[in-house]
């Protein structure tokens, strides 16, 4: 039985419809191209409809675009499909376009073309093609040949137009680095003219430095190569492909010099050659200043040391030649160094600075007796003095602490001491007065010891007298006014 006869009736009749509707819309011009499906291939029956055949249309789209039936297969491709996708249009087939796409992107062409049949539809796929990597915008639109359904695809590539927003994105990006980075940074082209910089070179730079060369955009000197090395000698070098590490110089700009750390680096843009180079400025200001303040520090921890060491071989020998035997020589001798030691602890808790009266006789009479047992009264003590008097301040508390423990009101249970500001005398020196009382009896010694000459001789200009009245010792301590002494 044929094939014809296998039909139904029915079938018959929607047959017949059907090509009486091909036949209606080929009269009035609806479409202008048939499909006919044979044994061995299929054959694409352009008619002339409005003065244009679809695929002289189609050839004259500036975008790929190629037909495809209800089943997918690839009926026609114009010469800017073909050309997009690196293939012949003998080559090009629904398998090889098929071919060029992985799995992800071949379920996403199989989705639009279904859902295109229906309604307008558009998706995005990616794939390799020319020997490059293309981005393509898919449209597939509804499209009927007579009785056959299909879709049209346009292909837009938009590799171009992604590489210009990734490429301005890019500039973007490096724009806000540049912005916010703390430090200098400049850009200059392979010439060395600068190209791009950031508010903080803006600050070390001459007037309008873009397009100028770098070392006219930047005043440098450096210290240790004088004139053999310039700015433009470092961006020389970077451009070339030879970094630049941390040389130091010192920028000129019209209200000041600031020192600085100067790196480059050679520019590179996705993997090309050298388009110019990156410098970058730290600021060593601070860095600086810091170095200068410790080499004043070391400086002056040196002066102290010495003139330490100069006061304890002068304490030595006259602790020497006024002790009658080695045991006394060495109890004399350690208590007034231990007295220098504590002093100084005092001043290196204080960091040398800021050190007051009553905090040195504090740290001297502590071993002994302390304000609270009510033995020790001070009134007016909370001067700051410098250094070198809370030094000589602290002998001279230690003399008189170890004389009143031997001899004094604090060799008996009911002595006291007082220590009280009395004013300041003429020539700006200070007043302090240390009064012992409810001590034993007091008798001037019949000759004067070396702690009496070192009270005396202490404070330098100013110094100290001493009273052994019979009520206890009695001594008026005057303290010239130093630069940083603070009532």
């Avoid at 091909?22 to 006919?36: H, K, N, Q, Y």
């Avoid at 400049?186 to 791009?196: P, Y």
């Avoid at 020497?320 to 020589?329: G, K, L, S, V």
């Avoid at 009270?455 to 100013?462: A, F, N, P």
Wanted: glycine share 10%; aromatic share 4%.
């Amino acid at each position: 039985m044929s094939s014809v006869a296998a039909l139904s009736r029915a079938e018959l009749e929607a047959r017949l419809e059907e090509a009486e509707d091909t036949l209606r819309a080929i009269r009035d011009g609806e479409i202008d191209a048939l499909v006919v499906k044979g044994r061995d291939a299929e054959q694409v029956f352009t008619l002339e409809g409005g003065g244009q055949s679809y695929r002289t249309f189609m050839e004259a789209m500036d975008v790929g675009a190629a037909a495809f039936d209800q089943d997918g297969q690839l009926l026609y491709a114009n010469q800017a499909l073909c050309a997009l996708l690196g293939e012949s249009s003998t080559s090009l087939t629904g398998a090889a376009l098929i071919g060029l796409l992985d799995a992800v992107n071949q379920a996403t062409f199989r989705r639009l073309l279904t859902q295109a049949l229906h309604e307008r539809r558009s998706a995005e796929i990616h794939l390799r093609a020319g020997g490059a990597d293309r981005s393509i915008l898919l449209t597939g639109t509804p499209l009927e040949f007579g009785v056959v359904r299909g879709v049209a695809i346009t292909f837009t590539d938009m590799s171009e137009r992604e590489q210009a927003a990734a490429a301005h994105e890019s500039e973007r990006l490096a724009r806000a680095i540049l912005a916010s980075a703390n430090e200098a940074v400049i850009v200059c082209d392979r010439a060395g003219r600068v190209t791009h910089l950031n508010g903080a070179a803006l600050r070390i730079c001459s007037e309008s430095p873009i397009g100028k060369s770098f070392a006219d955009a930047v005043e440098l000197t450096f210290a240790e190569a004088s004139d053999l090395m310039s700015g433009d000698d470092i961006v020389t070098l970077a451009t070339s492909g030879m970094p630049v590490q941390g040389l130091e110089a010192a920028v000129r700009s019209s209200s000041a010099v600031t020192d600085v750390l100067i790196s480059a680096a050679p520019l590179m843009v996705s993997g090309e050659r050298t388009q110019g180079c990156v410098v970058t400025l730290i600021n060593l200001s601070h860095r600086k200043a810091a170095e200068r303040h410790q080499a004043l520090l070391m400086g002056e921890l040196d002066h102290r040391v010495k003139n330490t060491l100069t006061m304890v071989m002068a304490i030595c020998a006259r602790t020497a030649a006024h002790e009658r035997n080695i045991e006394d020589f060495q109890k004399a001798f350690s208590g007034r160094i231990q007295a220098l030691a504590a002093t100084h602890t005092l001043l290196s808790n204080a960091s040398w600075q800021n050190l007051k009266i009553g905090d040195v006789l504090g740290a001297e009479l502590a071993p002994y007796a302390t304000q609270s047992s009510g033995r020790i009264t001070t009134e007016g003590l909370d001067v700051a003095v410098d250094p070198k008097t809370a030094v000589s301040l602290g002998l001279v508390f230690h003399e008189l602490t170890t004389n009143a423990v031997k001899y004094g009101a604090l060799s008996v249970p009911g002595g006291k001491i007082s220590v009280r500001r009395l004013g300041t005398a003429d020539g700006g020196a200070l007043l302090i007065e240390w009064q012992e009382r409810e001590g034993p009896l007091v008798t001037s010694p019949s000759s004067s010891g070396f702690g009496q000459t070192l009270i005396s001789r202490s404070l330098g200009s100013g110094g100290a007298t001493l009273e052994f009245l019979p009520t206890g010792v009695v001594c008026k301590i005057s303290i010239p006014r130093y630069g940083n002494l603070q009532a």
